[in-house]
Nanobody, 118 residues
Framework: VQLVESGGGLVQAGESLRLSCLPS????????IGWYRQAPEKERELVAT???????NYVPSVKGRFTISRDNAKNAVWLQMNNLKPDDTAVYYC?????????????WGQGTQVTVSS
């Protein structure tokens, strides 16, 4: 499984961005996709997740502002980010869990930079 993210950029506080994650390879084995982010000199943190069944979960700091969605037919996942804040500045990574020969593995994308100016 390979993941390609896109959609990052430089915006002002209060504006919006939509990130995309396009998996390729054995995408039918993916059961769980999430978005993580890593700000400079900080640890990578989980932002949002979505299961194949559409169950979502968010870190408290983005609830009500970010929305994760998924199109299983297109094997695509999006992260709609509204009312962005400078604290949201980070490299955002897509992460997918997939099953291979009875074991779970994790794939990461290359990351996309999101910068929010005040």
């Amino acid at each position: 499984v390979q993941l390609v993210e896109s959609g990052g950029g430089l915006v002002q506080a209060g504006e919006s961005l939509r990130l995309s994650c396009l998996p390729s390879g054995s995408t039918s084995s993916i059961d769980f996709i999430g978005w993580y982010r890593q700000a400079p000199e900080k640890e990578r943190e989980l932002v949002a997740t979505i299961t194949t069944g559409g169950v979502t979960n968010y870190v408290p700091s983005v609830k009500g502002r970010f929305t994760i969605s998924r199109d299983n037919a297109k094997n695509a996942v999006w992260l709609q980010m509204n009312n962005l804040k400078p604290d949201d500045t980070a490299v955002y990574y897509c992460n997918a869990r997939f099953l291979n020969r009875g074991a779970y593995y994790y794939a990461w994308g290359q990351g996309t930079q999101v910068t929010v100016s005040s």
